[in-house]
Nanobody, 121 residues
Framework: QVQLVESGGGLVHAGGSLRLSCVASGTIFSGTMFSIHTVGWYRQAPGKQRDMVATIASGGVSNYADSVKGRFTISRDNVKKTVYLQMSSLKSEDSAVYYC??????????WGKGTLVTVSS
């Protein structure tokens, strides 16, 4: 059974920072297996589709949505089986539910339940 648990969301003023964390557990992450998966963060604002924010592949190559480049940083700790999203210079348009995602080499996707980020202007 795969479980992804996000944390770190909350209410922040525009220009502020937050750090999201996602801890993975489950048999597919046993031993060093977490390191082979691409992990990422997606977000969904009310009435909008879920969009990619940032991903980081097994080799450490990261990819960002244009809207967050230079402001957000994704990182992973394969020993702790955790993926982070450091968000800085937050804007009101960053307000959304943020979801952790694991994409396996077999192209299976797993999702967390999400953590709410609200940026007040």
């Amino acid at each position: 059974q795969v479980q992804l648990v996000e944390s770190g969301g909350g209410l922040v003023h525009a220009g502020g920072s937050l750090r999201l964390s996602c801890v993975a557990s489950g048999t597919i992450f046993s031993g060093t297996m977490f390191s082979i998966h691409t992990v990422g963060w997606y977000r969904q604002a009310p009435g909008k589709q879920r969009d990619m924010v940032a991903t980081i592949a097994s080799g450490g190559v990261s990819n960002y949505a244009d809207s967050v480049k230079g402001r957000f940083t994704i990182s992973r700790d394969n020993v702790k089986k955790t993926v982070y999203l450091q968000m800085s210079s937050l804007k009101s348009e960053d307000s959304a539910v943020y979801y952790c995602n694991i994409n396996t080499p077999y192209d299976m996707n797993y999702w967390g339940k999400g953590t709410l980020v609200t940026v007040s202007s």
